[in-house]
């Protein structure tokens, strides 16, 4: 929204097997269509079809699950390839994440999730363009949900990143822990089993400073993008 310097589509493509009711392995890909960019307001992303990332992820439902059913904990592991040209040129090899899934269902409304997931960053040059690369990084994911009828559902996802940079002399950010704060909140109405529309949002800009030292609430959610949505599933 911040300058409103582009308009795009944001998609995303998966293929994948199922082993079992609760163990499935798939392929993932995300693309973006520019279709509006104003150089007025400093937009230069470009026009047209532009790979972004793309990985392998597992995932493991229900590693854990409570008698009453309402407690669970499943896993997904994710390794991402290098398609995203800014961080391949940059030096990108791979990323490994591990996300473990702590689900609540309070009642037929209102459920929880909690995510942690620890990250690793393979690259092979410690620094790009006078910025550093990041080695390790924390993710903490607090989401809460609402089927506000059988068809309409809120979630309203917080997360936390906690990045430590590689060590690169000369650059601002060497050695440096980097967070950020964001909010990813959906509104989706699922048309049959197959499809879904919804609207959402999420900032660019973190809701605090890197270095923890003071909110920016306001900068961060001005600093975002709006969606509407479509999902399909074949």
Not at 50 to 76: H, P
Not at 147 to 152: A, D, F
Not at 175 to 193: C, H, K, R, T
Request: aromatic residues 14%.
């Amino acid at each position: 929204m911040k300058g409103q310097d582009s308009f795009r589509f944001e998609n995303s493509a998966q293929l994948g097997y199922a082993f079992s009711p609760v163990f499935q392995v798939v392929y993932h890909q995300d693309f973006w269509m520019n279709l509006y960019n104003s150089q007025l307001v400093g937009g230069a992303d470009g026009l047209g079809l532009i790979a972004q990332d793309g990985y392998f992820d597992w995932f493991r439902d229900r590693v854990f699950q409570s008698q009453d059913k309402s407690l669970t904990l499943s896993y997904e592991g994710r390794l991402y390839v290098p398609t995203f040209s800014s961080r391949r040129e940059a030096g990108m090899i791979t990323a490994v994440r591990n996300y473990l899934i702590l689900g609540k269902k309070f009642n037929d409304v209102v459920s929880a999730t909690l995510v942690e997931a620890p990250i690793v960053h393979a690259y092979s040059q410690s620094a790009h363009n006078g910025k550093a690369n990041p080695l390790v990084e924390n993710r903490v994911t607090l989401e809460v949900a609402f089927n506000l009828t059988s068809k309409l559902n809120f979630s309203l996802p917080l997360a936390w990143s906690a990045t430590k940079m590689r060590r690169a002399p000369g650059t601002t950010s060497s050695d440096a822990v980097q967070n950020f704060v964001w909010i990813n909140p959906e509104l989706s109405y699922a048309v049959d089993s197959n499809y879904a529309l919804g609207v959402g949002y999420y900032d660019t800009t973190s809701l605090i400073k890197s270095d923890f030292s003071a909110f920016q609430v306001g900068e961060g959610l001005e600093d975002g993008v709006v969606q509407c949505f479509l999902r399909a599933s074949l």
